[in-house]
């Protein structure tokens, strides 16, 4: 329990338990909800088109230059798929990243689709 004290001249002039100077009920701090939410920013997806102007050794050269991580073994099954499917995923991960590497690819002469949320 607190104590309240005042003083005067260094001599105590009045003693009392801090509850009976205080006249407001007790402050109940609320229940923390065990759960924690988290909002995650959305990933976005970098899609190569098929065209009839890009070649394949193009296509592969310019995903390993510019998608970070990527084999040639994989630009190459990417590149077969853009061709016989007409589009394949590239990358996916944050906004700015995906617009990064969309630029670089676009500015390479490859056919882009608009990002998407994924």
Not at 27 to 53: C, M, W
Not at 59 to 70: F, T
């Amino acid at each position: 329990m607190s104590i309240y004290m005042s003083f005067q001249s260094n001599r105590v002039v009045a003693i009392a338990p801090l509850a009976v100077l205080s006249s407001a009920a007790p402050t109940v701090a609320p229940e923390r909800s065990g759960q924690v939410t988290r909002q995650h920013f959305p990933n976005y997806k970098v899609i190569v088109l098929n065209d009839d102007f890009n070649t394949f050794e193009h296509v592969i050269s310019c995903l390993v230059k510019y998608i970070p991580g990527m084999s040639p073994d994989h630009a190459r099954k990417l590149a077969d798929q853009i061709h016989f499917e007409g589009q394949a995923i590239v990358w996916v991960g944050p906004l700015e990243q995906a617009e990064f590497y969309h630029m670089q690819l676009d500015m390479e002469g490859l056919t882009m689709a608009p990002l998407e949320a994924a």
